[in-house]
C-alpha cells in the first residue's frame, strides 16, 4: 500500500490494514501473516527527501514437496502486488 495513493490523513495501521485485506484471499488457501514493514521511498536528486512511503505486508506458506511449491509459486505470482485506486474505494 503506498501512501501517496491514499488520504494524507490516513495512519500507518489503517494502510497496513488496507494491505492485509489485499491479502485476505492468501490467507484463506493457507498463507500466513510473517511481518510488515514501512519502506520509504527517497528522492534520488534528494536523499534527505522522502517521495513516499509503502505499508507491506509479508505472507509465507510451507509446502511439503516439489509438485506443491510450483503450484504455489504459480499462485503467488499471478496475485497483484499493489493496491490499485480501484480497489481503494
Known amino acids: 500500500m503506498k501512501r501517496s495513493g491514499c488520504a494524507s490523513s490516513s495512519a500507518p495501521e489503517e494502510l497496513f490494514e488496507r494491505a492485509r485485506l489485499a ?5 484463506a488457501r493457507g498463507y500466513a501473516e510473517v511481518a ?9 536528486g534528494d ?3 522522502t517521495l513516499d512511503v509503502w505499508y507491506e505486508v509479508a505472507f509465507e506458506k510451507s509446502v ?3 509438485t506443491e511449491l510450483a503450484s504455489e509459486l504459480r499462485y503467488a505470482l499471478a496475485l ?3 493496491v490499485s485506486a480501484e480497489k481503494r474505494r
Open 36 to 44: 510488515t514493514a514501512t519502506v520509504p521511498v527517497p528522492d534520488p
Open 64 to 66: 511439503v514437496d516439489e
Open 80 to 82: 497483484d502486488k499493489t
Open 23 to 27: 491479502g485476505s484471499q492468501a490467507i
Open 47 to 49: 536523499a534527505s527527501r
